[in-house]
């Protein structure tokens, strides 16, 4: 994709994307009890002049990679921030516009076929994308429209799946990002700055009331059984941390440096997660639920290539047609 003189500003963003250094960059979301199915990311390459960010499934030995964006006729697009549908069977992400930095809310089946753009507002720069508990709407991040997907300055927001009706506000922000509905749908986890780096982890109801601090975190992903949050310090830096809603101050830390963007596996037995080593430098990472094994899954650095945010897709999802 060759692209205009404002290649190098949105070259950096995805640079700084890719070490975990914006919060928005990585959206977060709730995994769904079942059968572990594919793990869905992003994936930066390309140069300075044309950069390339494309939307890949693979198995969770990282194994079979599938550039999803190309096979839906995306393959010069800036696809970005990845979530899968409650029955596994669509995928929700943020695609960018390189000239305008305007970005609008996708989904794609899992094939990467039937891409479909459900903002269709120019006025607005939507991203962050994140499934509610019965898979009819979207979490999303708005944000005045022409702003990147990785600024984090916004408001949450909810709308129709399939991109009908009108986006009910949740949040005032304009410091919101992350949203993540738990499985059970009765709580919204989403992070917050107050100005400067630092970010909270909020904990709402799934109608916008009843606001809860948290304490530091940012991009948070819920247990399968809505018992625990996995989430990250949104700084690119670490540490990965899992905590018990019904007492959040029981809280586990996985120390590693550089590790961000946690997401469960289906079966609430793993969680996969970004491993930064520096700038354009991350790979996707498996460990136990319990800080056990971790490990890289992919090696794309070594051709000069960054992986993102991944999500875990349920195997075995009940019927529907989202």
């Given at each position: 994709?060759?692209?205009?003189?404002?290649?190098?500003?949105?070259?950096?963003?995805?640079?700084?994307?890719?070490?975990?250094?914006?919060?928005?960059?990585?959206?977060?979301?709730?995994?769904?009890?079942?059968?572990?199915?594919?793990?869905?990311?992003?994936?930066?390459?390309?140069?300075?002049?044309?950069?390339?960010?494309?939307?890949?499934?693979?198995?969770?030995?990282?194994?079979?990679?599938?550039?999803?964006?190309?096979a839906g006729g995306g393959a010069n697009q800036l696809d970005v921030q990845p979530s899968v549908s409650p029955n596994g069977k669509r995928i929700a992400f943020?695609?960018?516009?390189?000239?305008?930095?305007?970005?609008?809310?996708?989904?794609?089946?899992?094939?990467?076929?039937?891409?479909?753009?459900?903002?269709?507002?120019?006025?607005?720069?939507?991203?962050?994308?994140?499934?509610?508990?019965?898979?009819?709407?979207?979490?999303?991040?708005?944000?005045?429209?022409?702003?990147?997907?990785?600024?984090?300055?916004?408001?949450?927001?909810?709308?129709?799946?399939?991109?009908?009706?009108?986006?009910?506000?949740?949040?005032?922000?304009?410091?919101?990002?992350?949203?993540?509905?738990?499985?059970?749908?009765?709580?919204?986890?989403?992070?917050?700055?107050?100005?400067?780096?630092?970010?909270?982890?909020?904990?709402?109801?799934?109608?916008?009331?009843?606001?809860?601090?948290?304490?530091?975190?940012?991009?948070?992903?819920?247990?399968?059984?809505?018992?625990?949050?996995?989430?990250?310090?949104?700084?690119?830096?670490?540490p990965i941390m899992v905590l018990d809603v019904s007492d959040p101050s029981q809280r586990q830390t996985y120390p590693g440096v550089g590790d961000e963007a946690?997401?469960?596996?289906?079966?609430?037995?793993?969680?996969?997660?970004?491993?930064?080593?520096?700038?354009?430098?991350?790979?996707?990472?498996?460990?136990?639920?319990?800080?056990?094994?971790?490990?890289?899954?992919?090696?794309?650095?070594?051709?000069?290539?960054?992986?993102?945010?991944?999500?875990?897709?349920?195997?075995?999802?009940?019927?529907?047609?989202?």
């Amino acid at each position: 994709m060759a692209l205009s003189h404002r290649a190098p500003k949105l070259v950096a963003l995805l640079a700084a994307a890719c070490t975990g250094l914006l919060v928005g960059a990585q959206s977060a979301h709730a995994v769904w009890p079942g059968g572990n199915g594919k793990i869905v990311f992003w994936k930066f390459s390309g140069s300075m002049q044309s950069p390339q960010a494309q939307i890949y499934s693979m198995d969770s030995t990282g194994l079979n990679q599938v550039n999803l964006s190309a096979a839906g006729g995306g393959a010069n697009q800036l696809d970005v921030q990845p979530s899968v549908s409650p029955n596994g069977k669509r995928i929700a992400f943020a695609r960018i516009d390189p000239i305008t930095f305007n970005t609008q809310i996708w989904t794609m089946k899992m094939d990467g076929s039937d891409q479909t753009n459900v903002t269709n507002n120019s006025a607005t720069s939507e991203s962050g994308p994140a499934w509610s508990a019965n898979g009819s709407s979207v979490l999303f991040v708005r944000q005045q429209s022409p702003s990147p997907p990785f600024g984090g300055f916004g408001s949450i927001w909810i709308r129709k799946a399939n991109g009908s009706g009108t986006p009910r506000q949740l949040t005032l922000g304009p410091g919101d990002a992350n949203p993540a509905m738990s499985p059970d749908g009765d709580l919204i986890a989403f992070s917050r700055s107050e100005g400067g780096e630092n970010r909270d982890l909020i904990l709402m109801k799934s109608d916008g009331t009843g606001q809860t601090d948290l304490g530091p975190g940012a991009k948070p992903d819920w247990s399968p059984d809505s018992s625990h949050i996995a989430y990250g310090r949104g700084t690119g830096l670490g540490p990965i941390m899992v905590l018990d809603v019904s007492d959040p101050s029981q809280r586990q830390t996985y120390p590693g440096v550089g590790d961000e963007a946690p997401a469960w596996s289906p079966d609430g037995q793993n969680i996969v997660f970004i491993h930064c080593k520096g700038p354009m430098r991350c790979e996707i990472w498996l460990m136990t639920a319990t800080f056990g094994s971790p490990h890289a899954i992919t090696n794309d650095t070594a051709q000069g290539k960054s992986d993102q945010k991944p999500d875990w897709q349920r195997a075995n999802g009940g019927g529907g047609n989202r």
